[in-house]
C-alpha cells in the first residue's frame, strides 16, 4: 500500500497521537475493546494530524493485527515506531506506513528510557534507515536533545528526528528549565542542518505549551497522558484540549495573541 499523505493543513505544527496505550487496556482483559482503530479515527475527528503505533518485540500492547488494521483502515498517516531489527523491518516493508521512527527498545523497560545512541550505533542504523528510505518510508530516529547525536544523524541521512521530552517533563524548576533549553538547542541545531524535527514522550496538559512554543519543532508526538486523561474527560476531549494548547503556545510564540 503507498503511503497516505498527511490530510490536514490548518496547524503549523502537527500532533501525532500514539495509541499503544489503548491496546494495553484491551490486553489487560483480552478480547476486541478498546479497539486501536476506532481510538485513531476518534483521534483524527478531534484535531490530530496522525497516529503513530509502536509494535514492540514482545507485544505488549500494539499487535501485528491492529498494525495490518491500521494500514488499511484509517485516513490519517500512520507513523510506526519500530526497533532496528530484522523482523520489525520486514514488517515496515510489507506495510509501508507513511512513517517510521526508529526507537531504542529494552524487552525490560516500562517505556522508552532515553533515544538512541546514533554515534555508537550508526553501523547497525545505516542499512535500516537506507531500506526504508528506499522503500517510500519517512525514516526518524528518536534521539535525546544531545548536539552530537543530532549531527550524527544527519550524517546518517534521515530526514526526520525526533528528541526525547521525557527528561524535561520528568524535571522540576532549574533542571526541567535547563532540559528545555537543550531542547530548543537541539531543534534550532536540527533546522540548521535541514532535518524535520519532532518531539515526544511524557508531554502533557502542563509541559506541552513550552515545547510547542520552539518554532523549529514541526511535531509533537502524545500518547500516554491523553489515553489516561481520557478515562476523565474523554478521548476527544483529552485530544481536543491539548490541540488548543498546542495552537495557543504557537500562536503566542508567534506573537499572534491566542487564536480565536
Same mark, same amino acid.
Given at each position: ?81 519500530? *526497533? /532496528?531489527?530484522? #523482523?520489525?523491518? &520486514?514488517?515496515?516493508?510489507? !506495510? ?5 521512527? %526508529? ?108 515545547? *510547542? /512554543?520552539?518554532? #523549529?519543532?514541526? &511535531?509533537?508526538?502524545?500518547? !500516554? ?5 481520557? %478515562? ?29
Amino acid at each position: 500500500m503507498a503511503a497516505k499523505v498527511k490530510s490536514r493543513q490548518d496547524h503549523s505544527l502537527r500532533l501525532g497521537v500514539n495509541i499503544d496505550h489503548v491496546a494495553t487496556i484491551r490486553n489487560a482483559r483480552g478480547g476486541e475493546h478498546p479497539d486501536p482503530v476506532r481510538a485513531a479515527r476518534i483521534a483524527a475527528a478531534a484535531g490530530a494530524d496522525g497516529i503513530t503505533a509502536h509494535l514492540r518485540e514482545d507485544r505488549r500492547h500494539i499487535s501485528d493485527r491492529d498494525i495490518r488494521a491500521l494500514s488499511r483502515d484509517i485516513e490519517l498517516p500512520l507513523n510506526l515506531e519500530m *526497533a /532496528a531489527t530484522e #523482523e520489525m523491518l &520486514e514488517i515496515a516493508l510489507a !506495510h509501508r506506513p507513511h512513517a517510521a521512527c %526508529i526507537v531504542p527498545e529494552k524487552r525490560r523497560e516500562l517505556t522508552t528510557e532515553g533515544g538512541l545512541d546514533v554515534i555508537r550505533g550508526r553501523k547497525k542504523l545505516a542499512p535500516f534507515v537506507a531500506k526504508l528510505g528506499a522503500a517510500g518510508i519517512r525514516v526518524s530516529l528518536f534521539i535525546d536533545p544531545d548536539l552530537e547525536q543530532i549531527d550524527a544523524a544527519a550524517d546518517l541521512g534521515v530526514p526526520v528526528i525526533e528528541l526525547h521530552t521525557g527528561k524535561y517533563c520528568d524535571s522540576e524548576g532549574v533542571a526541567r528549565a535547563a532540559e528545555l533549553e537543550r531542547i530548543r538547542r537541539g531543534a534550532t541545531l536540527a533546522a540548521k542542518l535541514g532535518l524535520e524535527c519532532h518531539a515526544g514522550h511524557g508531554l502533557a496538559f502542563d509541559t506541552v505549551g513550552a515545547v *510547542a /512554543a520552539i518554532p #523549529e519543532i514541526i &511535531e509533537l508526538n502524545i500518547g !500516554h497522558f491523553l489515553v489516561g486523561e481520557a %478515562i476523565f474527560i474523554g478521548f476527544d476531549a483529552a485530544i481536543r484540549r491539548m490541540r488548543e494548547a498546542m495552537d495557543e503556545a504557537r500562536a503566542i510564540q508567534a506573537g499572534m495573541g491566542k487564536p480565536s
